[in-house]
């Protein structure tokens, strides 16, 4: 089975920086892609970026030059680095991962429980 693991959310002033961390644990020999999601209670949950394990990125058009995701294979954890936010990144952040395999199992998809980030004075 595999599990992720979020951390690193919590309350930050506007123009303020966030780092999230998201390890997936389990017996895993690959994971193709690693991204973060947002959902804004409301709204329909929306992707924030994506990293596939040749190393291609894909970013919201709103966190564009904001917004660095960056992962170590070895240790099945993707990062966040968030600068500069903004009260409109106010969101429950959620860990991704795609097509993952296993010893036993190959999962299609995995989501973590998700990390509440607030940005606000």
């Known amino acids: 089975q595999v599990q992720l693991v979020e951390s690193g959310g919590g309350l930050v002033q506007p123009g303020g920086s966030l780092r999230l961390s998201c390890t997936a644990s389990g017996t895993i020999f690959s994971i193709t892609a690693m991204g973060w999601y947002r959902r804004v209670p409301g709204k329909e949950r929306e992707l924030v970026a994506v990293?596939?394990?040749?190393?291609?990125?894909n970013y919201a058009d709103s966190v564009k030059s904001r917004f660095t995701i960056s992962r170590d294979s070895a240790k099945n954890t993707v990062y966040l680095q968030m600068n500069s936010l903004k009260p409109e990144d106010t969101a429950v952040y959620f860990c991704n991962c795609r097509d993952v395999a296993t010893l036993t199992k190959r999962y299609l998809e995995v989501w973590g429980q998700g990390t509440l980030v607030t940005v606000s004075v």
């Open positions: 990293i596939t394990s040749g190393g291609s990125t």
